[in-house]
């Protein structure tokens, strides 16, 4: 995925993206970390087709996302969004299967191909005893879960993630990137996600890119992109980084 | 729930069998359950015969009628997100109801066009209802208030257009006067025809009723054409309340009254909804209908007329409920 020079303004006033350019590296994890309000999460609403740009290109596959047909777009690329209303009393397993819309159409319904999307999504997931309950009888971590097992029956080769675990406690939280993780591991995903944790992003991507004021500071690896002086820089905040053998790049802030 | 469901399905076909049984066998000519079933199944019947021309067609109006405005209800229930939304409350029902009677007025030969022209009237207040109301998302409140407004005006040019023709001697067909007495069976085919089509219209409507639980944003990331589903959703609701009206008149608060009851007995998933909105919404009907015409016999209270009392306080219970949750 490419990002060409992609410049939105949601007002006309001031731009909430600054010529931005960069690429998507394939079958990684990428990460946009960056203050609230540096252009991050506009970021990935353009890239899922959400936002539309004032100039620039974002392209998937060597084609403008703009001329996908949006059902096509939709069997490139999946996004869950951070906050989602729970439907009250549809079953897991439906709402999964909603996933497989954009594979069917008015006159094709559901056929053994869909089935089998959802059920390895509800496995991957880990929702298979949960697929007859309602959501409303599920816990955070678990609702999360059966939004990107939505996400995943639609068998897209980039998966976005819009602060997955913003509203989860810290087990969640984990349980939840490890699933990520394993989503890219071993079944190959191309992961875009924008988080707040800036030691999640550390510890869990492949690829960082850092934002401010609707500009990339810096992007590449977590090592080479996150160093106390970018911090102070972008976050205002002193803080030590360390490196540790097991959990690669730590940040511990210190003051503002 | 699966249980629940299978008996409430069994149970409201029941009633309804009883329901009309009981309507057909009641009134100035009465009959026996066995006399009825041989006269159904040929046997000669002088008391049959009369039942079958005078009873059959209000039967068979009323239970379209309660059929097609429940699920209508059902229907824009889905597409506005409101559990509020009904074609009688919102002004639909009133906008078919002026628009067919002032063309029929004006035009009588387009008699059996009727059903359009009802379709057209509705299909401007609920195009006004939704544009007026739109404010980056229907909030439950302010729809049922422009709903209301919408259909005061639609209910008052139908009134000023009776007086005004009053005045001016012009006849005004009896059928608009929103009761279900002395029908024909030329209705009969009118209803059962534009009935079939938006019942079963709804039923293929099913799968995009449940996606429109979901938030807009998600929706469209899956790439389905929500603008083109909400304005099919709604016209299916605008035809069967539009064929509801113009044969049986203004009934307000089935929609509203039986989709509720609905999720509660079989839950939300419109597979189940709609069907058994369709059931429960005829049973009540008929009812309304049956006892309008048998408690105080042999004048006629309009079924119009019980709905909206027993709808109007549940509509107030809808809304004490809605705060409460929030």
Redesign the interface.
């Known amino acids: 995925m490419n990002i060409d020079h992609v410049t939105l303004s949601y007002d006309g006033s001031r731009n909430h993206l600054e010529n931005v350019s960069t690429i998507i590296p394939q079958q990684k994890i990428t990460t946009i970390i960056g203050p609230n309000g540096s252009g991050k999460s506009t970021l990935l609403n353009v890239i899922s087709r959400n936002h539309k740009v004032n100039s620039g290109i974002v392209t998937v596959e060597q084609k403008d996302i703009l001329t996908f047909k949006p059902k096509e777009f939709a069997r490139k690329l999946a996004i869950v969004y951070q906050h989602n209303t729970t439907p009250e009393e549809l079953t897991v397993e439906k709402l999964v299967a909603f996933g497989r819309v954009p594979h069917q159409s008015f006159m094709k319904r559901q056929t053994t191909l869909d089935d089998e999307a959802v059920d390895w999504a509800l496995t991957v997931t880990n929702l298979l005893d949960k697929r007859e309950r309602s959501l409303m009888a599920l816990s955070g971590g678990e609702r999360q879960r059966v939004w990107i097992a939505m996400a995943l029956a639609q068998r897209t080769a980039i998966l976005c993630l819009d602060e997955p675990t913003t509203y989860l406690d810290m087990y969640y939280q984990l349980e939840l990137l490890d699933l990520v993780k394993r989503l890219n591991d071993e079944h190959g995903l191309t992961i875009v996600m924008v988080l707040h944790d800036m030691n999640q992003a550390l510890r869990y991507s492949d690829h960082i890119i850092m934002m401010n004021d609707g500009y990339i500071v810096a992007e590449g690896t977590p090592r080479e992109v996150v160093t106390a002086e970018r911090v102070y820089d972008v976050y205002g905040v002193t803080s030590r980084i360390y490196e540790d053998d097991e959990l690669g790049t730590v940040m511990l802030p210190i003051s503002r | 729930m699966m249980t629940k469901r299978i008996v409430s399905f069994v149970g409201v076909t029941l009633l309804l069998l009883v329901a009309i049984f009981f309507s057909a066998t009641t009134g100035s000519v009465n009959m026996g359950l066995g006399e009825f079933i041989r006269a159904l199944f040929g046997a000669h019947n002088d008391d049959f015969a009369v039942i079958k021309d005078l009873r059959f067609p209000r039967i068979i109006i009323a239970i379209f009628a309660g059929a097609a405005l429940s699920v209508a209800g059902a229907l824009l229930q889905a597409v506005m997100r409101n559990p509020l939304a009904d074609a009688g409350v919102i002004g639909i029902s009133a906008g078919a109801g002026f628009m067919s009677m002032f063309i029929i007025t004006f035009v009588p030969t387009l008699f059996f066009f009727t059903p359009l022209f009802a379709f057209i009237g509705g299909a401007l207040a609920c195009f006004l209802v939704f544009a007026l109301s739109w404010k980056s998302g229907l909030e439950p409140m302010r729809l049922i208030l422009v709903g209301i407004a919408i259909s005061a005006v639609f209910t008052g040019l139908r009134e000023a257009f009776i007086m005004i023709c009053s005045y001016m001697n012009v006849t005004i067909d009896g059928s608009f006067t929103s009761n279900m007495t002395m029908k024909t069976w030329t209705e009969v085919e009118i209803m059962v025809l534009y009935g079939t089509i938006g019942l079963v219209l709804a039923w293929l409507l099913v799968k995009w009723c449940?996606?429109l639980?979901?938030?807009d944003?998600?929706v469209?990331?899956?790439?389905?054409?929500l603008m083109t589903a909400r304005v099919i959703i709604a016209a299916v609701a605008v035809l069967l309340s539009a064929i509801a009206t113009a044969v049986a008149g203004v009934i307000s608060f089935v929609g509203l009254l039986i989709p509720h009851i609905a999720r509660r007995l079989v839950?939300?998933?419109y597979k189940y909804v709609i069907p058994f909105s369709m059931l429960a919404g005829a049973l009540l009907i008929l009812v309304a209908d049956t006892l309008g015409r048998t408690l105080v016999a042999p004048q006629e209270i309009p079924a119009s007329t019980l709905m909206a009392i027993i709808g109007g306080p549940f509509l107030i219970f809808l809304l004490r409920r809605g705060d409460r949750a929030k």
Do not use: A, E, I
């Not at chain 2, 469209?220 to 054409?225: E, H, K, N, Q, T």
């Open positions: 449940n996606l639980t979901l938030d944003k998600t469209r990331s899956l790439g389905f054409p839950g939300n998933d």
